[in-house]
C-alpha cells in the first residue's frame, strides 16, 4: 500500500472509507437530525469552544471565504498577516470581496513577528479584523497563535484564523485564545476525505456578522444556524463525508485529543531528527516547526522532482513538493491525522536509498 504523505488528503482508516458506502437518508429526516447534533457537539470539544460549530459543503479554502464575507463589509481595512502560500490567500479573499487589505508578509520559513504585528496594529488604527494561519502548511511553519491571539485583542480586533491544516491535531483552544472565526478542513487532521469546511463562531463574530455587508449566500452563517436549529444544513451537505467525518471523530474521540496532539508532536520530531541524520536541513525556523508538515530544504545537488518520482515509482512514498516560489526548493512531508511512528522511519529509510540518486551529496 501507498504511504501517503502530503498534508492533505491524508489516510483514512478502513472504517471510516467504510461508512461512507452506506446508503443515502433523507438529509432534512431524524437520522440525519442524529448524526448533525453528534458531530457539532464533538467538534465543539476538539474546538474546545462553546461558540457555535458549522458544517460546510467545501473544502478548507470555502471555510475561508465563509470567514471573510460573514464578518466584514467592502472598504473594511484588515491586516492579513501572511508567512507563505495560505496566509496570502486568505488576504486575497478579503480583496476579492472589496475589503482594504493591509498586507504584513514575513519571510517563508520563518513564523509571524509579534511586535511587527503589534506596530501594524499601533499605525493604523481603522484596523478591523487580523487574517491569520495557524500552522502554514506551505513553509511547515506554525505561527504563535495565542500570542497574535493576545496582541489582535489588545487592540480589540476581529480574529480570524485559517487552522485548516492544524486543528485537531496542534493544540488551538479557540475560546481561550479567543478566535472569532476559525476554519479546518476534513481531508486534514481529521481522516476524513476532502469536501467539508468545519468552522467556529464566536459571539464576537456574531456581532460583526449582523453589521457585515459582504455579498454571500451559499455561506450565510444565519442560515447556517437557523438551519442547525432544526438539525439540518442550508443546503444539501455532502452526506457520505458526513458519514466519514462521524466515524473518524468517534476515533479521535477514543484516542483522545491530548493523546493526538502528543503523538503529532512525537512524530514530528520523528521526521525532523530522521531528516537531520540523512545530512539534510530544515527548511521551517526549527523553533516554529509544524507538527503536522516537515519542510525539508534542496541543498547539496538535490533535484527534488527527481526525488518525488523515485520515492513514488519505487519506495510507494508520496511526498509533498514545494509551492509556488518554493518549487523545486523543498519537499514537504504530511505527517497529520492517521500517522503513526512506523509511518516516518519507513520516509526516513527509502529517503536514505533515494537521496544519492536523486543528486543529493551529503557533507557530513
Ligand atoms: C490545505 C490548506 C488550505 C486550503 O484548503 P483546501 O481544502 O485545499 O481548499 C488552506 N490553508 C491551509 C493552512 C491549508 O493547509
Known amino acids: 500500500m501507498e504511504n501517503l504523505r502530503i498534508p492533505g488528503p491524508t489516510p483514512c482508516p478502513n472504517e471510516v472509507l467504510q461508512a461512507m458506502t452506506k446508503q443515502m437518508i433523507n438529509h432534512r429526516g431524524p437520522e440525519f437530525k442524529q448524526i448533525l447534533y453528534d458531530i457539532t457537539d464533538k467538534l465543539k470539544q476538539l474546538f474546545q469552544t462553546k461558540g457555535d460549530i458549522f ?22 481595512k484588515v491586516l492579513s498577516v501572511a508567512i507563505g502560500v495560505f496566509g496570502e490567500r486568505f488576504g486575497v479573499i478579503a480583496e476579492k470581496f472589496g475589503a482594504e487589505v ?49 496582541v489582535a485583542k489588545e487592540f480589540d480586533k476581529l480574529l480570524l484564523v485559517d487552522a485548516i491544516s492544524s486543528l485537531g491535531s496542534i493544540n488551538l483552544p479557540v475560546d481561550d485564545w479567543r478566535c472569532d472565526v476559525t476554519v479546518t478542513g476534513s481531508q486534514k487532521g481529521w481522516m476524513t476525505p476532502p469536501g467539508l469546511a468545519m468552522v467556529s463562531v464566536s459571539q464576537r463574530a456574531w456581532q460583526a456578522h449582523s453589521k457585515a ?9 444565519t442560515k447556517a444556524k437557523n438551519y442547525l436549529e432544526k438539525g439540518q444544513t442550508p443546503w444539501t451537505t455532502g452526506v457520505s463525508t ?43 525556523e526549527e523553533s516554529h516547526a509544524s507538527n503536522t508538515v516537515t519542510s ?39 505527517h497529520l491525522g492517521r500517522v503513526n511512528d512506523d509511518d516516518i522511519a519507513a520516509v526516513i529509510s527509502a529517503l536514505k536509498v533515494a537521496l544519492p540518486q536523486a543528486g543529493f551529496r551529503s557533507k557530513s
Open 55 to 76: 458544517l460546510l459543503t467545501a473544502s478548507g479554502t470555502g471555510g475561508m471565504e465563509a470567514a471573510v464575507v460573514n464578518t466584514l463589509s467592502p472598504g473594511d
Open 102 to 150: 493591509i498586507p504584513l508578509l514575513f519571510e517563508w520559513g520563518k513564523a509571524a513577528d509579534i511586535d511587527t504585528i503589534r506596530k501594524a496594529l499601533q499605525d493604523k488604527p481603522e484596523i478591523k479584523a487580523v487574517l491569520v494561519t495557524h500552522n502554514e502548511t506551505s513553509t511547515g511553519v506554525t505561527n504563535d497563535l495565542g500570542s497574535i491571539s493576545s
Open 213 to 221: 455587508k459582504m455579498p454571500r449566500f451559499y455561506w450565510d452563517f
Open 242 to 284: 458526513v458519514y466519514a467525518l462521524s466515524t473518524a471523530l468517534d476515533m479521535v474521540q477514543k484516542e483522545g485529543l491530548a493523546n493526538i496532539i502528543a503523538r503529532h508532536a512525537r512524530v514530528a520530531k520523528a521526521a525532523r531528527d530522521g531528516i537531520k541524520s540523512l545530512g539534510l536541513s530544515l527548511f521551517a
Open 296 to 334: 525539508v530544504a534542496a541543498s547539496d545537488g538535490l533535484d527534488t522532482k527527481k526525488l518525488l518520482k523515485i520515492m513514488r515509482e519505487e519506495h510507494q512514498v508520496v511526498l509533498g513538493g514545494g509551492q509556488q516560489k518554493l518549487d523545486g526548493q523543498i519537499f514537504r512531508i504530511g
